[in-house]
């Protein structure tokens, strides 16, 4: 089977890197020269909304999935005409836009913070009056990584902020105390069967995230599993989904899905049974589902900017480097290391000593 993913970044050659062990051939379509995941497959350099090279991608493919939401849902539903395509262009169209998102989650009574949709400085000013202060503003499509989003503390942080986002629509969201992040990762089937990983607890750093930490037996698992579950079902959804939520008060309040294999779940390539990955093209190929048990006790830790040196990081027991083949920038995701203990102990002394040496790193900035 030949699987086409739009965008070649490290998603799609995390994707591919899963995939060829069960036989399978990738197709990339990404404008960038230098994609990440050329290495592992065919690169079609093209735009996500060039018609003709996406006809060329779905002649040459049994099915087709997107690796991140930038991809506008339009490629998405311009494609399922040739070749099926999953996830689907409605939970992309949904999952893109922080608005459509939210109203999602209030259809399907899954709690979230208070929200407005923005759409100029007077509809700022209103739900700021309406919402009240703290409160964070959001581009309501495009941000990523703490980008296109700005916080609102004070009366003095209002004014012209609707212009310091670029006059585009916005949403407003009022701030929760919350005690945790957690995010779960979820995967369904052509068939709707589903299954989900352990929730993890995610810390993130000028709106990266840092760190990721599964859980065992998580008191909120299974309403975490229930929220999920009614989005996946709403949306007729078919492969992986991440949903982050805010822990509060001993409950769970939504922050935001992606429609997609997801940051905070990379801790399941050496971490469970059948990672991310796997099960992405397991449930998209229309194959058996692969288990979503965790073994041992694992973290994952973004590399940040640059990655450590090999030598250095492989000499850590139960550590795994994965190196992405990108140019080093600052602020940018390079690589990420998994780790894997036996027990709670040592994997708090093993996070501590990689922590460290991406500590003494540094990100490209401060050299």
């Not at 079609?44 to 060039?50: H, T």
């Not at 999952?95 to 709690?111: C, G, H, N, T, V």
């Not at 995967?187 to 930490?213: K, Q």
């Not at 859980?215 to 992986?240: C, F, I």
């Amino acid at each position: 089977m030949k699987i086409g993913v739009i965008g070649g970044g490290q998603l799609g050659r995390m994707l591919a890197l899963a995939g060829t062990p069960l036989g399978q051939q990738f197709a990339f379509l990404d404008p960038a020269p230098d994609a990440c995941a050329q290495a592992l497959g065919e690169h079609i350099r093209a735009d996500y909304s060039d018609r003709d090279h996406l006809r060329q991608l779905a002649d040459e493919v049994d099915v087709v999935t997107f690796e991140f939401e930038s991809v506008p849902a339009d490629t998405v539903a311009f494609l399922s005409q040739y070749v099926p395509v999953y996830p689907n262009a409605e939970s992309l169209r949904i999952a893109r836009d922080r608005w459509f998102e939210k109203s999602l989650f209030r259809e399907l009574d899954i709690p979230t913070p208070a929200f407005a949709d923005i759409q100029s400085q007077a509809d700022l000013d209103a739900a700021v009056a309406s919402i009240g202060l703290p409160a964070v503003m959001k581009t309501r499509t495009l941000g990523y990584d703490g980008k296109g989003q700005k916080v609102l503390r004070t009366a003095a942080d209002v004014g012209g902020a609707f212009a310091e986002l670029g006059n585009v629509p916005c949403i407003l969201e009022g701030f929760v105390p919350f005690s945790g992040e957690v995010s779960l990762i979820a995967v369904r089937a052509r068939d709707g069967e589903t299954r989900f990983y352990p929730l993890v607890h995610n810390t993130h750093e000028d709106g990266i995230l840092r760190l990721s930490v599964a859980s065992s037996a998580h008191p909120l698992q299974a309403l975490a599993e229930e929220y999920v579950g009614r989005v996946l079902n709403k949306l007729d959804y078919v492969g992986v989904l991440a949903f982050e939520f805010f822990e509060i008060d001993g409950g769970l309040k939504a922050n935001e899905i992606a429609p997609r294999v997801h940051n905070s779940g990379h801790w399941t390539i050496e971490g469970a049974e059948c990672s991310q990955f796997e099960n992405h093209l397991r449930a998209i190929a229309g194959l058996p589902l692969g288990s979503t048990t965790k073994v041992g006790e694992s973290a994952m830790l973004n590399c940040i900017g640059s990655v450590p040196p090999v030598e250095q990081l492989t000499a850590i027991p139960y550590c795994h480097l994965h190196h992405y083949g990108k140019a080093f920038k600052v602020g940018r995701k390079v690589g990420h290391a998994t780790v894997r203990c036996s027990d709670q102990a040592s994997l708090k002394a093993t996070i501590a000593t990689v922590d460290t040496l991406l500590a003494k790193q540094g990100d490209p900035a401060a050299h």
